[in-house]
């Protein structure tokens, strides 16, 4: 059995707290990851789930919840020095290849910056070589590393980014939409590139995106969030062939394949929250229905999926 | 239809290697600037011109026999000539070196202002900023009620407590001309702080001056550096309305204004006494207000390509 | 079938800081009435160009259309004023655009934003031009519209502001809608009923659509035929079927196996297409894809390739249909959806070229 390398246990993410425009953008969520996986988690706007990764790596400070990196909170007091190992040990990739490297600085800067705060290299000499390797990784030159982010095209600084988040060597690397930015043939390199890294360095991948046959090729399972809350977790094939929970089948049944007669013959189904009919006082969790696979429901439906989907 | 021969049609793939290489020369953020900057005639004129006023402010006073202290009532209030290039005030001072000798004195003044303003408004705007909630509420307060004591108030009070002089003018100036650049600071700060290159940093374990220092001050300069060059012309013009109210610089030292406030009695009948000084003060201010504007054109993302 | 527009080698610049920009280098095609024309293409293929270049969107200076016609209705867009493309717009020709935040205006009401359209077009009342927005909002799916018409458009969810935008386009039922990636910025749930509406729309008005996208998902679900574009020029064109069933150009090949099909195991690489589009100050000689083109021949990089016809309605321009070229296999996701279409003509016939 493959060890856990984070467990998240009913993160909560509540933003302007005690004011009337109170937004509960993570509401009490719970799931593993385990090493060397790649966990997708996919949803609609507004869902949660960029909120999630964010939290997970401390960028917001947890309403409620633990975070558990190798068994060690990452939320709580913590002192600069403990904090320091956790972002050697997490990092992150961006959505906005435009957004995400500072237009005022130069390549290798921005690469060596992590190199630089963590104090990675003794000389300026080995610093510029761990660059050059860096840059050699993920598909670029040497020449790059003094020019500027508004000289390259966004699949390059996409690239640059992930050779930002290599540059400290972490273990494990969320995703936050890498891809959705990006053409089409040019998501199909950066997604090449994030597997081989996986396979070449041992990273976990969270990787979070609404483009959904992207997720099933990348990952190994996949979470799907709801207005704050996971609904379903499992592997990604079963998860495509066999979606429970009524959201997870209305979306999957949303998206357009590249196939005109498949597309001719579809039929999409809605999904409207009051199919439920949750009642009052009825707890909702997530529940294994099949090994393996959760949803979320009340103890009426886990019943009835159960006897639904035997396996 | 003409022959084509058979071997153009064998396989030759693609150079991969070459896909990914640059051939534009590198331009960075500043070099692209202050090319865009070049195009814009009025403002490089103005950057000529303020040139050329620093540059006579200090090779101005070789070019007379005159030293800007000499004084002879003989004569005394003497019309532009070819001895005296712009006349004598009322007390036979050659009014060309005094000119000369005042723009040392203005600009150092504005910049000396502008200077220390830049450097309590940045750092209370960035910080004010970056923290947000309570502290930014209270720094920012602060500013605001600062804003609010009625300026001449002030001044007059600094006079009286610290005597005039080139330093009291100064302070007088800085006290309240940072907040507007710690509000322009603080509007920067606020919009970059959750760009995606921050919270980059801040994941890679980026310390609070670390982030400031690197990535958000240098992001912010744009409309830093506009306000600094509006600041400067803005601090020459409250000087010279300062002296004019008598609250300014006493002699021996002398600034445009100063000498603008000894013309303007005697104006109907020695115009060029007023006339120089006022000029040479517009002319100042015009420049730093068209680099100004030019800087913020050339800085403006929509005009870029 | 009735053509309602004709481009014929529509060439479009940009006279930019760095050089003259060739945006569009020489476009043709056709489209009939009450079909949906797909144009696919990724950033810098100059898709978005030519359907802003057929509203005569593209501000000139620094835009310029050198060269080629547009003939709408008979009548050539090219040739218009201002004034007269004014009358054109929202009447005949209308658009709707990605963001549909950034294109209403948010201190207006959605119903006075569709009156406008209507009173600028028509000679009737105010009250009857009202009647006619709480119509259109009801048509386009937007519940209870006799109080949505007088909201404004923060108080409306983005699926719903894209139904707005879709009711003012089609408020002076015109006749061309071109719909540049209406549905990209939506959720996939949202993406799905737009896309749902638009083709009831089409079926009951009998519009015309040109659909821009980078979607092959969205192409294959609305599109009756389909214009692949890459760097200013469209390399393959043809039937839905055609386009997805017998892809013939490398680049067509390199888009639809960039995409992982639903039963695709995660073992397999994708075929991802190498580097990156080309420089349009200095389109490069022959054939603009090559570089990134693991079968270029070396022709490619010598003469642009010519249009081979390969069935009523599949052109294809690529040197890989000359008699003397050899057989070059798609990759293999792409061969294995490869099926034989009856439509096909015996040979690839050539229609037009620099030889």
């Given at each position: 059995m493959t060890e856990k390398l984070l467990e998240i246990k009913g993160l909560k993410q509540h933003f302007n707290i005690g004011r009337p425009n109170l937004v509960k953008a993570v509401d009490g969520i719970s799931f593993d990851i385990y090493k060397g996986e790649t966990l997708g988690l996919v949803g609609e706007s507004g869902c949660g789930k960029s909120t999630t990764g964010r939290s997970i790596i401390r960028l917001y400070e947890a309403t409620d919840g633990q975070v558990l990196f190798n068994g060690e909170n990452v939320h709580g007091k913590k002192s600069t020095a403990e904090l320091k190992k956790f972002n050697r040990k997490m990092q992150m990739i961006f959505q906005d290849p435009y957004a995400s490297l500072n237009p005022r600085m130069t390549v290798a800067d921005i690469i060596a910056e992590g190199i630089d705060i963590h104090g990675l290299a003794k000389t300026k000499k080995e610093r510029m070589e761990k660059v050059y390797e860096l840059l050699n990784t993920v598909g670029l030159n040497k020449e790059h590393a003094n020019r500027y982010p508004h000289e390259f095209s966004g699949g390059q600084r996409q690239r640059i980014g992930i050779a930002r988040a290599l540059a400290v060597d972490p273990d494990f690397i969320i995703a936050d939409e890498p891809i959705s930015a990006l053409d089409v043939s040019i998501q199909a390199q950066v997604v090449n590139l994030m597997k081989k890294l996986q396979k070449e360095k041992g990273l976990t991948y969270l990787f979070i995106a609404h483009d959904l046959s992207m997720v099933k090729y990348i990952s190994d399972r996949i979470g799907v969030m709801y207005f704050g809350k996971l609904v379903e977790l499992a592997p990604a094939d079963e998860l495509y062939n066999t979606p429970i929970h009524p959201y997870t089948q209305s979306l999957l049944s949303a998206i357009p394949l590249p196939d005109p007669e498949t597309e001719r013959t579809r039929v999409r189904t809605g999904y409207d929250p009051a199919v439920h009919q949750y009642k009052e006082g009825e707890e909702l969790k997530m529940r294994e229905i099949k090994p393996g696979h959760f949803v979320y429901c009340s103890e009426a439906e886990y019943n009835k999926y159960k006897l639904q989907y035997k396996s | 239809?003409?022959?084509?021969?058979?071997?153009?049609?064998?396989?030759?793939?693609?150079?991969?290697?070459?896909?990914?290489?640059?051939?534009?020369?590198?331009?960075?953020?500043?070099?692209?600037?202050f090319m865009r900057f070049k195009k814009n005639k009025l403002a490089m004129f103005g950057l000529v011109l303020l040139i050329i006023l620093i540059f006579m402010a200090f090779v101005g006073p070789f070019l007379t026999q005159y030293d800007y202290r000499q004084n002879d009532l003989m004569k005394a209030n003497q019309p532009p000539s070819a001895e005296h290039y712009f006349g004598t005030d009322d007390l036979g001072r050659d009014m060309f070196a005094r000119i000369w000798y005042g723009a040392k004195i203005s600009l150092f003044i504005g910049i000396a202002a502008a200077i220390i303003d830049l450097v309590i408004g940045v750092i209370w705007g960035g910080i004010s900023g970056y923290k947000g909630g309570r502290v930014d509420e209270v720094m920012m307060r602060i500013a605001d009620v600062l804003y609010g004591i009625p300026?001449?108030?002030?001044?007059?009070?600094?006079?009286v407590v610290l005597g005039q002089g080139l330093g009291t003018m100064i302070l007088a100036m800085s006290i309240t001309g940072w907040i507007n650049m710690a509000r322009i600071t603080r509007g920067q700060v606020l919009s970059l702080k959750n760009q995606e290159y921050i919270l980059a940093s801040r994941t890679l374990g980026a310390s609070v001056s670390r982030i400031m220092g690197k990535h958000l001050i240098p992001n912010a300069m744009g409309p830093i550096l506009v306000t600094l060059t509006l600041t400067i012309p803005n601090a020459i013009f409250t000087e010279a309305f300062l002296s004019y109210l008598g609250l300014g610089l006493t002699p021996p030292l002398a600034s445009w204004g100063t000498m603008a406030n000894d013309g303007i009695a005697a104006m109907s009948y020695y115009p060029w006494r007023v006339f120089f000084p006022a000029m040479f003060i517009c002319l100042t201010i015009f420049a730093f207000n068209v680099i100004g504007d030019g800087i913020r054109d050339a800085l403006d993302p929509r005009l870029r390509k | 079938m009735e053509k309602l527009l004709e481009v014929k080698d529509l060439k479009v610049s940009f006279h930019t800081y760095g050089g003259e920009v060739q945006a569009v280098r020489g476009v043709s095609f056709d489209l009939y009435k009450g079909e949906t024309l797909a144009i696919v293409g990724e950033s810098g293929s100059g898709k978005s160009v030519t359907s802003q270049t057929l509203m005569k969107l593209i501000p000139m200076p620094p835009g310029e259309i050198k060269g080629g016609q547009i003939l709408f209705k008979g009548q050539d867009i090219v040739q218009k004023t201002e004034k007269e493309m004014q009358a054109i717009r929202g009447k005949d020709i209308s658009m709707i655009f990605q963001d549909p935040m950034t294109s209403l205006n948010p201190t207006m009401r959605i119903g006075t934003q569709i009156m406008e359209v209507i009173l600028k077009h028509q000679e009737i009342s105010k009250e009857k031009a009202k009647e006619r927005a709480i119509e259109l909002l009801k048509l386009v799916g937007i519940p209870m519209p006799e109080k949505r018409v007088n909201q404004y458009p923060h108080e409306f969810s983005g699926g719903m502001r894209q139904r707005a935008m879709i009711a003012i386009a089609l408020a002076a039922r015109p006749s061309l809608l071109i719909a540049d990636e209406p549905t990209t910025a939506?959720?996939?749930?949202?993406?799905?009923q737009i896309l749902d509406l638009m083709k009831e729309l089409q079926s009951k008005l009998d519009t015309s659509i040109i659909f821009i996208t980078h979607d092959l998902g969205v192409v294959a679900n609305v599109a009756d035929r389909v214009a692949v574009m890459y760097a200013g020029e469209i390399v393959e064109m043809g039937t839905v079927d055609e386009i997805f069933y017998d892809p013939r150009h490398p680049y067509t090949w390199g888009l639809l196996a960039s995409m992982p099909s639903l039963d695709n195991d995660g073992e397999t690489e994708l075929a991802a297409i190498p580097g990156t589009p080309p420089d349009l100050t200095n389109p490069p000689v022959g054939d603009a894809f090559a570089p990134r083109n693991p079968n270029a021949l070396a022709i490619d990089y010598e003469q642009e390739p010519p249009v081979y016809q390969v069935s009523e309605t599949h052109f294809v321009k690529s040197w890989l249909l000359h008699p003397d070229a050899p057989a070059v296999e798609p990759p293999a996701s792409v061969k294995e959806k490869i099926r034989p279409l009856s439509t096909n003509f015996d040979k690839p016939v050539l229609v037009k070229g620099d030889l």
């Open positions: - | 239809m003409q022959q084509i021969s058979k071997d153009k049609f064998k396989v030759v793939g693609n150079s991969s290697a070459e896909a990914e290489t640059i051939t534009r020369p590198s331009l960075s953020f500043w070099k692209d600037v300026y001449l108030l002030l001044v007059i009070l600094l006079m | 939506l959720d996939v749930t949202i993406q799905a």
